[in-house]
Each structure stands twice: as C-alpha cells, then as structure tokens.
C-alpha cells in the first residue's frame, strides 16, 4: 500500500517548515465516484463504516467493495489495520475487526470504492475519504 503524500504538507502558525496535515493524506486516488456521507464508529465489534448507497451515480455501482482504512500513530504503538474488499457499496457499511490489544488505540481513519475493470483486469479506485479519528 503507498500513501499519496503530495498536497499533504501545508505551513503552520509561526512554523519555518510545511508540516504534515494527516487529514489530507490519501491512501488511495482514482476517478471512481467515492462514498456519499461517510460515517464511522466504534462498535462492540470493531469499526463500523457507514456511506449512503450511491450506486448508478456516474460509473458507480451496487457491487463496488469498499476499502477501508485505519492508521494508528502512537508512539511504539503505531500499526495499521485494513481490508480492500469490505462489504459491497448497496450494503451500506462494513464492520473492520480491530484485534483486542490494540482496542483502545486512536485510529485514523479513512474510506474509499474500488470496481473491477473488465477490459485491463486491473482495479479502478476513488479518491479516499479521511474520516477523522475513530
């Protein structure tokens, strides 16, 4: 997975220096329509993201997977936990399973679409969505 770090510094108050806005980051880019009103939370189960469905919007649709995305930066207690091809987009959420030791951790979060192309056998992605920390 690469991070998409350009237009993700911006200059700060008094700062010499851009420094990085994790809000701007993108963990992934493409011309896919992405979620419409995205939501997260945290669940007994996990990290339920929620979108409305969108489907037949542009070249949205219904069997599109979601892809999301956690990032934890803590210190020695940094990590990530993610899954590409999460509930489809009519679904309207998916949970993400957080293993018990990391439970308690701030996560970053962020929400993206993925769709198969049919022609080049490769995927086409959305801009993702940071949806704040969870």
Do not use: C
């Not at 969108?54 to 940094?78: C, E, H, K, R, T």
């Amino acid at each position: 997975m690469s991070y998409t770090m350009k237009n993700s510094f911006k200059f700060e108050a008094n700062a010499a220096s851009k420094v990085l806005d994790i809000s701007l980051v993108k963990v992934s880019r493409g011309n896919l329509l992405g979620p419409q009103e995205p939501k997260v939370e945290r669940v007994p189960e996990g990290v339920k993201f929620s979108w409305e469905d969108n489907s037949w919007q542009a070249s949205a649709s219904p069997n599109d997977p979601v892809f999301v995305f956690l990032l934890a930066i803590d210190g020695i207690l940094s990590g990530s936990v993610w899954e590409f091809f999460g509930n489809i987009r009519e679904k309207g959420s998916h949970i993400l399973p957080v293993p018990n030791f990391t439970s308690d951790k701030k996560w970053h979060a962020w929400i993206a679409f993925s769709q198969a192309n049919p022609w080049t056998k490769k995927r086409e992605l959305s801009d993702s969505v940071y949806l704040g920390i969870v």
